[in-house]
């Protein structure tokens, strides 16, 4: 897999240990930015962090998924229109340098 860009972050939300970024990241953008394939990191993997500033750093994703929630009577409902699915980026806060400005790009690195 090669290289690529998976957002610049508009916002960053603390929530407890970890850090949710938007926007969320349309399917199909990851599908045509992996050249046909659907490319997701999996909880654990590393990203480069490139900061405003011109910095570089590394964190850990924590969730990258569909955000949904259920209901008492059991009906799923999600954030995200189910016909064009967004992911949402959460990020392990342990393995954060710092505050993560907007304007930072999330890259994740190629794997062979």
């Known amino acids: 897999m090669t290289r690529f860009l998976l957002l610049t972050v ?3 939300q603390p929530s407890g ?3 949710r970024l938007l926007p969320r990241i349309p399917i199909s953008d990851l599908i045509a930015r992996g050249g046909g394939q659907l ?5 654990g993997s590393p990203l480069e962090l490139r900061l405003p500033s011109g910095e570089t ?9 569909v955000e ?3 209901r008492e009577d ?3 409902y999600t ?3 189910p016909s064009s699915p967004e992911l949402t980026l959460t990020l392990d806060g342990a393995s954060i340098p ?3 400005p907007p304007g930072t790009e999330i890259w994740l690195p190629a794997r062979e």
Do not use: C, K, N, Y
């Open 74 to 76: 059991g009906t799923l």
């Open 79 to 81: 954030t995200s229109d």
């Open 17 to 19: 240990d970890q850090v």
């Open 98 to 100: 710092g505050d993560i």
């Open 10 to 12: 508009e916002s960053a």
């Open 57 to 65: 750093a590394s964190a850990r994703v924590a969730a990258f998924g």
């Open 68 to 70: 949904s929630w259920q």
């Open 39 to 43: 490319q997701t990191p999996m909880p």
